[in-house]
Each structure stands twice: as C-alpha cells, then as structure tokens.
C-alpha cells in the first residue's frame, strides 16, 4: 500500500481524497495556488505545497510540475479527483514514466473514452446502445451540416472532447445550425483545446442516468448502481439521487450489464461513470464514460455503504475489488445537491466575494457535508463557484427529500449570491416529489420556478430579525459596560426604560427590494412587545449555533438567525429570509450608470466584442461574449440603439462592473 499521496486538486474534493488518505493511514500531500494559500484542504493535508499563480495553468493544470514535485517529496502516488488533469491522458501516462502511480485509469483508457466519437464506436462493437448520429472525422462546417440534415432536427452538437455541459447545444431547427455550431466550437477549444463536434439525434424528455463502475487489474468488473442526474439546468447537475424513482427492475438490471461491458470492453481499471440518456420509454442509450470520480460519488456511498475513495487507492495498489457483483448492495434512497455563488435571479451569473457568514447542517449518518472553504474564505473568479455539496440519506425518498429541506434550512451565506432559495423551491415543487421531471424540465419552467422561490416575508420571520438585532445591541452594550469605568452607569440601559412608562423605539428593514418595514417595539431583556395591528408580547431564548427561539403569543418556534453588517440572515422553517437593515436618515443613492452602459458581471476574458463604434445594435443582440469561472456569458443590447463607444478588445480581461459599451437608444 501506498505511503504518501499527493492530491492534484483543490477544493471539497481534495478534502474528500484527504480524509479517505487520514482513515487509510496514508500520508496526504496537498497542492495550493496563490489563490488558495490559506485554503480548507491545505490546513486538512498532512504536507502542503506551493504550485503557482492563482490561474489553473499558472497551478493545477501543470503536470510535469506536479510529478517533479511528487519525486522530490517522495511521494507514491498522485490522486487527480475530477476536473484538472484527472482525464488528462498525457498526464497519467507521465507519472507512472516518473515511476509514480496514478491513481485512476489507464491514459489508454483515458484516450478511448475521451474522444465522444470514438468512444460510441467502441460501445457499439461491445452491444452497449448508442445514439443515432453522426461521429465522423470530417468536421467542415458543410459537411457537418449535410450530415445534420441526415440526422434531423431537433438534434443536439456536442463537442468531441467536452464534458460538464460545456461545449453542448440543441439546435431546433436547420436555420440556427451554423450558428450553434459555431458556439460549439468556440467553447469547445477554449475548454478543452479541442474543437471537434460530434452530431446526436436528440431525445426528447429525457432522463440522465448514470452507473457507477469499477474495474481492477484482476479481470473484476462491477457496478455500483444507478444514479439519477436528469435535474439539471443547460446540462449543469443540480440535484442528483439514487435509486432512480424512474426505473423499473428490468431496465435497471439491463443498463447494469451494459455499463459492466462497457467498463469491461475498455479493460477499465479504477472508478468510472458510464453516462445514458433514457427516453420516456425507458428505452436507454450510451453517452459517454467520465473516466474518473464524480462529483455526485457520495450518494453512492450513502446507499451502498461503500468508500470509494478507498476503492480507487486499493485497485490502484495493485489489490482486487473488494467485492463481487453479487455483494454490492443498495439500501435506501440518498440525494445530493450543490450549493453555488451564483444568482438563479439574474441568468445564473457566478458570485465571488467574502464569506462574511457561512453555516452548514451538523453532519452525521444521515448527512454529510462536502465543502472546501470555511467562513471568512473568498470565492475567487479563478475557480468553479461550488461552495458545498450536501448528501443526505433516508429509509425511503420522501424520508430523504425530507433531511435534504433540513438540510439547506440549516445551510446559510452571507457574502455572496447563492442558489439555496432556488434549491428549496425546486426540493419542494409538486413535480420533483412526484418524479415528473427529464433534463428539460427547468429549462422550460425556469421562469415559474423563480416565481415561486420568491415568498412573502413571514410576520414571525420580521419579529426575529428584530430581536436578533435587540440582543445584539444589548450584548455591545453589555460588553462595553465591563470595560467601563462606570459599568452601572444608566447609559449602558437599552430597554428604554423612562420614569413615566416604557419607550419605544423603531427599527426599519428591506425585503426583496420592496417598500422599507417600520418595526415599532418597547424592549426589557429578554422580553420585547411589539406594537403592530395589535400588541404581540415576544420572549427569547438564545440557543448555540446560531438558534433562536421565540415564545410568540404563547407559542415556541425555532429560528436560525446569521447577521453582518446591515444584513440579516434567517432560516425558518427551512425557508431563508434575508433582511437588510435601513437607516433611515441615510441618504437614498440611486444607480448613475443608466441603461445605456454595458458593463461586465463580473471578471473575466473577453472572448468576443461584436460590435464596432457607429453600429446599430436591435434589442437582445449580442454585443460581446465574457468568460469567467469557466463559463461564457453573452452580454446583450437592452434596446434598439447605436454603439457609442467600445472599451475594450477581445481578449482583454476585465475587472466587474468595468464599462465595456456605451450606447444611445434609437427612437
């Protein structure tokens, strides 16, 4: 067995590497760029090295740096995780050349599997089902669109060597193909260096369903059930779970051997993933084979009870499956969703700032919480904006669907943008509990589902924030009375105690950017009256971990309450509320820049500026095209107009909220 491995990762899943590596025994090396110098898994791994600038091919994405030095610290083995070089055949070639194991497939395997062409070629040969489509060598735009002809519309462009909803488009119709096609291609080279497009009928209303496999060196081959990944939003995973609610025995034990066969095919070694599309009539396809860990993994831990970290270290010592197709078992139903700094209320756009406040659900049997950043830590445009992934389990799913609600009530941030509000929504929408969703399914309902995650403000949940806000003035006060030279002096009093009867005093919030709340209130220490339509007599009880409970008109309810500066975080019946504390004589400052400036959303490169000084530009036209965290976000005209001026070029980099056109409207 190996004695010290280093991971080539960052994030929630080198700290997952990291604490399979503790259990094991197995001293655990992290890596670090400028960016993540103080980050979780560094202060986790065992040993920690500095790799370079804070940009993945400043860092993580060089490999002959990271084997040269795994030899100098005598490191056995390298572990990839997923993203980075964890598919990178040239890598995993070079380090066993550098006598240095790598910890997942062959490159051979690697090289099979990552071109999507070839791969379909291989399954056919093996009776694994495949899309109809074309996946030929001939990549002029021409000949790819006669071939899309052939095919028919609807039909979906997929670059060869893409993965993670990148490098993805459907096209409708024959008239958008060139178009899309191009997109494709861009994105594809600038992802992955490679701009290859492969051609597939699509489906339509389908389900992504998943097996995991696992192969060793001794001829085994095994799977370790399904997993259900169909809701997603423009091919990105948002909440994944196992067992499938959409299969029935047969079609589960008949997509089981085909991804054995598929794994067995290649002569697999290690973790893998083989990926089907399943059509309403649980007629099932291949996609494609992620040769490595997903991020998803753990809800097949969960039901299976099975380490799969552990797994992949042991077959690639050398060691055999630990156990037999017949031994693997799944028990219960288990789901995972991903917690994102990013804004579902403004096209998804990614976040990045400080984590002034972050609170996560204690983990135990039934829960457990995957994430690489603590509070305090920056979300930096550098990387994915995954913040946790939390994984639950429960005896059937409703149980489960039940602790996940639990789960992302107990789950909150401060300092960023993020998807817990949508995630709760979406957790408890009639059509995910009764399983009628397909990978399509927030795409075209996006617009409700927003609806529907915006909820009026709960009376009960405006009293909390305002005794959150009470105790934390008299505990500065109480603090600053200890300090005092007079500590019973009447200034450190702030129930507003007069000889002629009890003061008032108002406190004023903002809610979802409507009209601001007057909160009348008469406060004693722990007992406060609020004067609404009717007087409402509130007493509090503080709990650790940021629990408050409240005896509201006689009756006890739990509130889970974060706050920083101004704003007011509150969880309450698994529901987020967040509040903004008004000053009142704090003068109003409007937005200057008017709507005839385009500025960036964030940082990022320009990949694209489509238009010139003078043009006319007509409403929703794409001006320029921004990437940043690793995706591409295309910036529009919001009316008929002419280009005034053009700041900056393709290629640039450009800080957030930088101006990049002005404009005037066009009568």
């Not at 007087?535 to 309810?557: C, F, G, K, P, Y």
């Not at 509150?570 to 509320?577: C, E, G, L």
Request: net charge negative; glycine share 6%.
């Amino acid at each position: 067995m190996f004695k010290k491995v280093l991971i080539a990762n960052r994030g929630e899943i080198a700290c997952r590497v990291i604490s399979t590596l503790k259990k094991m025994g197995i001293t655990s090396v992290a890596v670090y760029s400028d960016a993540d110098q103080h980050a979780r898994h560094v202060k986790l791994a065992d040993e920690a090295y500095h790799i370079g600038g804070s940009r993945p091919d400043e860092s993580y994405l060089l490999g002959d740096n990271l084997i040269a030095l795994a030899k100098r610290v005598g490191v056995d083995a390298i572990h990839p995780a997923y993203g980075f070089l964890s598919e990178n055949s040239g890598f995993a070639r070079a380090c066993p050349a550098a006598g240095i194991t790598f910890i997942g497939p062959t490159a051979d395997s690697i090289e099979k599997m990552g071109a999507k062409d070839a791969a379909k070629h291989l399954m056919e040969a093996a009776n694994v089902p495949v899309v109809p489509g074309y996946h030929g060598k001939e990549q002029g735009a021409v000949h790819l669109k006669a071939e899309a002809d052939k095919v028919g519309y609807p039909l979906l462009i997929k670059a060869v060597s893409g993965g993670g909803g990148k490098g993805m488009r459907v096209v409708n119709s024959a008239d958008e193909f060139n178009d899309m096609l191009d997109a494709v291609m861009r994105e594809a080279q600038n992802a992955f260096g490679d701009d290859r497009v492969l051609l597939e009928r699509y489906i339509g209303k389908p389900r992504h369903i998943e097996f995991q496999v696992f192969g060793d060196t001794h001829d085994n081959y095994v799977h370790l059930h399904e997993r259900e990944c169909s809701l997603q939003r423009r091919h990105q995973k948002i909440i994944e779970e196992t067992p499938s609610p959409f299969l029935d025995d047969a079609t589960r034990e008949a997509m089981g051997i085909a991804a054995v066969n598929a794994a067995r095919a290649i002569e697999y070694n290690g973790a893998g993933t083989i990926e089907f599309i399943v059509g309403e009539d649980r007629s099932f396809y291949f996609m494609e084979m992620n040769t490595r860990l997903q991020v998803e993994h753990p809800v097949t831990e969960m039901v299976t009870g099975q380490d799969l970290v552990e797994w992949q270290v042991r077959v690639a010592a050398g060691e055999a499956l630990p156990l037999k197709q017949e031994q693997i078992t799944s028990t219960g139903h288990s789901f995972e969703t991903r917690l994102y700094a990013e804004n579902p209320n403004n096209l998804f756009l990614p976040s990045t700032g400080k984590l002034h406040a972050l609170r996560f659900p204690q983990a135990n049997e039934n829960c457990r919480v995957e994430t690489g950043v603590e509070q305090g830590d920056t979300i930096s445009v550098f990387y994915d904006p995954m913040i946790a992934k939390l994984v639950v389990w429960g005896e059937t799913r409703e149980i489960a669907r039940s602790r996940l609600l639990t789960a992302l009530g107990d789950s909150g941030i401060i300092g960023v943008e993020n998807n817990i509000a949508f995630l709760e929504t979406l957790s408890t929408h009639p059509d995910f509990i009764d399983n009628k969703i397909d990978t399509q399914y927030i795409d075209a309902k996006l617009d409700a589902i927003l609806d529907s995650s915006r909820v009026e403000l709960p009376q009960h949940v405006l009293l909390a924030a305002s005794v959150r806000l009470l105790l934390d003035q008299q505990k500065t006060v109480a603090d600053g009375a200890v300090v005092s030279s007079d500590p019973n002096s009447p200034w450190h009093d702030t129930t507003g105690w007069r000889p002629n009867g009890q003061s008032e005093r108002s406190l004023f919030f903002n809610y979802e950017d409507g009209d601001d709340i007057e909160v009348v209130v008469s406060e004693r220490e722990n007992h406060f009256v609020f004067h609404l339509d009717a007087d409402m007599d509130v007493i509090a009880e503080e709990s650790t971990n940021q629990v408050l409970r409240l005896q509201i008109d006689n009756s006890w309810e739990k509130f889970i309450t974060l706050r920083h500066d101004n704003i007011v975080l509150i969880s309450w019946k698994n529901r987020w509320y967040l509040l903004n504390e008004v000053n009142p004589f704090e003068a109003d400052i409007t937005d200057v820049a008017g709507a005839s400036t385009i500025v960036a959303p964030m940082p990022g490169k320009l990949l694209k500026v489509l238009v010139a000084n003078g043009d006319s530009v007509t409403e929703n036209q794409p001006l320029a095209i921004l990437e940043a965290m690793k995706m591409e976000h295309t910036l529009v005209a919001p009316f008929d107009g002419e280009i005034d001026q053009v700041f900056y070029a393709a290629e640039d980099f450009v800080e957030a909220d930088a101006t990049l056109i002005t404009f005037v409207e066009t009568e």
